[in-house]
């Protein structure tokens, strides 16, 4: 990949336009363009374009989809686990989960991560860079296309904080809506953040409906910085106000994550205080109607972590306390449990077999 030409997948489409006319090709041409690379045809597979302009394209442009590295289908319940490799080399992991109501994709968006949460596979050996749009883009194609079944939502949970990629991540979002393109809508879309504060504040200006998932996992800072650095930037004060304001700003609601660790936020004082926490912060009025959900994940073991889940009673106890204290709390089934399904493992194994 030359690095001085345009990375064709990465274009809106009035951008696409503006690079085809550059070219000296009619603007109709943008739309062929366009609408084909995102089904996953190069230019130069094209038959409705011809040899010359392909020549142009070429010149100036690339086009590049990940490849498939490896790929483990559960014979539990069909998810499917992709390892995909860049056109540098490295590599990153998708999720395929099958749901009554349709296929969803957990996607990348860095090659590692930089935040160090301590329960996480993904950021051990931090964050080697950050992926393009068509990157991040190419894994929900190369996914629909090699299962053959639409893709119709998308959990942008996967290696990588996502804000800490604000740009690419943003244009990634409104290529992935375009109505000429894959048409999946914004409401059909999670994104999930360990909590930068500023960049919550950021996208909440973007007019996008997406549902964000904040990354909890405690309710108070000394047990939160331990096991989520991010924390001690940005402390669960700051971070559940900034989940206030988005919600006010969007009417969207915020789903929370919490993962739990056996022996370290399990209890159930860790539940009665986690809601105490949520209430009081975004429902500081009887009135006040902040609709508060949180996902609970036992935590998934990490060699290098040492952590262990939660047992199911311990798990179940915990769910009862939020009820009970007027917090919705759901736990999250468990998919593709026989080919380690969480984002990072694979990737990470993979390297170590290198």
């Known amino acids: 990949m030359d690095s001085q030409k345009i990375d064709l997948l990465s274009l809106y489409e009035s951008e696409l336009e503006e690079f085809i006319i550059s070219l ?85 968006s860095q090659v590692g991560c930089r935040m160090g949460c301590a329960f996480c596979a993904s950021t051990i050996g931090g964050k080697l860079r950050d992926l393009r749009a068509s990157e991040i883009l190419g894994q929900v194609m190369m996914a629909q296309n090699d299962t053959g079944e639409r893709i119709s939502n998308i959990v942008m949970m996967g290696i990588g904080e996502p804000l800490d990629n604000y740009d690419n991540v943003i244009r990634f ?71 206030r304001k988005y919600y006010a700003t969007t009417g969207r609601r915020i789903s929370f994550e919490y993962t739990l660790i056996a022996s370290k936020n399990d209890s159930v004082a860790s539940a009665e205080r986690l809601a105490k926490v949520l209430n009081s912060a975004l429902r500081p009025k009887k009135s006040d109607s902040f609709p508060i959900h949180v996902n609970l994940i036992p935590v998934n073991p990490v060699e290098e972590t040492g952590f262990a889940a939660s047992g199911k009673q311990s798990v179940a106890k915990f769910a009862k306390t939020l009820e009970d204290n007027g917090i919705r709390a759901t736990v999250r089934r468990t998919l593709g449990a026989d080919i380690n399904a969480s984002c990072g493992q694979l990737r990470r194994e993979e390297e170590k077999r290198s």
């Open 24 to 108: 000296g090709e009619p603007k109709y041409r943008a739309k062929q363009l366009f609408t084909q690379m995102h089904r996953g045809i190069a230019p130069a597979d094209m038959t409705n374009i011809g040899k010359a302009t392909k020549q142009k394209i070429d010149e100036r442009a690339y086009y590049s989809l990940p490849s498939i590295r490896r790929k483990l289908v559960s014979a539990i319940d069909g998810t499917v686990k992709y390892l995909f490799e860049l056109c540098d080399g490295n590599c990153v992991e998708s999720v395929v989960m099958k749901y009554k109501h349709g296929n969803t994709i957990c996607v990348s």
């Open 173 to 243: 979002l409104r290529l992935v809506g375009c109505e000429n393109g894959m048409n999946i809508g914004y409401r059909h879309i999670s994104l999930s953040t360990c909590g930068l504060v500023d960049k919550i504040e950021k996208l909440a200006k973007e007019d996008m409906p997406i549902t964000l998932s904040i990354s909890l996992h405690a309710s108070d800072d000394e047990t939160r910085s331990e096991i989520m650095p991010v924390n001690r930037k940005w402390n669960v004060s700051s971070l559940l106000e900034a989940c």
